[in-house]
């Protein structure tokens, strides 16, 4: 029997949720129904997807194999109704593209101004997120298109081009900190500092790793982890924190007179730009999307 739709809806609310009774009710169906769906799923695809224990569900080792599988199925439902709804509302369809910050700074905006002038009947859904996370949601097709630096080679990811885009990553920090008063800077100067940064497994992380192996030294710990380039602006503006950032991100503070960077050899990293698209059949929006941003 093949798995209907609110099965892998039940199957996903108590992956989330660990608990069949919130799970329920959230779903706004008894806790014997939403049994009744999981063990009919479970049954369809001859396998045990939780493990039961007196606090509640887990999902077992086959249930974490199928939950992208399901996070999948469920994504390309909604997206297939989206799209029906508008093309019903006189839509020309949907693009749903995830950027990363810095690009978002850039010209892009502009790009996408003149698509929306040019086809003003598409619906354009944007996300903001680090390179690694915008892999993750091209994988479960939650957006179509990625526009970042260079991801991990996938079979379920696609590589569409490079596109007229780079960015540059410096260490940057207030313009009064003491160390901008310092010509001919070195990198263990800055240990005396603490470092506000985004997620480990960001752009700028990595490449700050990378200049610290380099010079065979640790990289620094931070002191403050956080995902808001916005909030790490702020505190770098107001304390003698250090970071690593792209150049578009605080273009507006550094011709504010507010941040600079460091003047470091050999700390700056040039990154190039790709268009990623999920494996699969793109919607002609975001065919025609792609071949805008490439012209």
Not at 3 to 27: C, D, H, P, Y
Not at 108 to 120: G, L, M, S
Request: net charge neutral; aromatic share 6%.
């Amino acid at each position: 029997m093949p798995m209907k739709m609110k099965q892998i809806q039940a199957f996903i609310m108590v992956s989330s949720e660990g608990n069949l009774t919130v799970a329920a009710r959230k779903l706004g169906i008894t806790q014997s129904g939403l049994s009744r769906l999981l063990a009919g799923l479970e049954s369809d695809l001859d396998a045990i997807l939780f493990e039961r224990h007196k606090h509640g569900v887990s999902l077992s080792a086959l249930g974490s194999a199928f939950l992208p599988h399901a996070l999948t199925l469920i994504n390309t439902e909604r997206k297939a109704r989206q799209e029906l709804d508008l093309l019903n509302g006189s839509g020309k369809g949907v693009v749903r593209v995830g950027c990363v910050s810095s690009f978002l700074s850039s010209h892009f905006i502009e790009r996408v101004n003149d698509f929306h002038q040019a086809y003003p009947d598409v619906h354009i859904k944007i996300v903001d997120r680090i390179d690694s996370e915008l892999f993750k949601l091209l994988l479960i097709h939650d957006i179509d298109i990625a526009i970042c630096g260079p991801l991990p080679p996938d079979e379920k990811v696609l590589t569409r081009g490079k596109i007229n885009f780079q960015d540059s990553i410096h260490i940057i920090s207030r313009s009064g900190h003491p160390l901008q008063k310092r010509e001919h800077l070195s990198l263990q100067e800055l240990n005396a500092y603490g470092w506000i940064m985004p997620p480990m497994d960001s752009t700028p992380m990595k490449i700050l790793a990378e200049v610290y192996q380099t010079n065979k030294m640790p990289p620094p710990e931070p002191v403050i982890e956080c995902s808001s380039s916005s909030a790490i602006k702020s505190l770098i503006c107001n304390s003698d924190l250090l970071t690593s950032m792209p150049a578009p991100i605080y273009q507006l503070e550094a011709e504010s007179g507010l941040i600079k960077p460091l003047a470091i050899e050999n700390t700056v990293f040039v990154r190039d730009f790709y268009i990623y698209s999920h494996f699969g059949v793109l919607t002609g929006a975001s065919q025609t999307f792609i071949q805008f941003l490439k012209a």
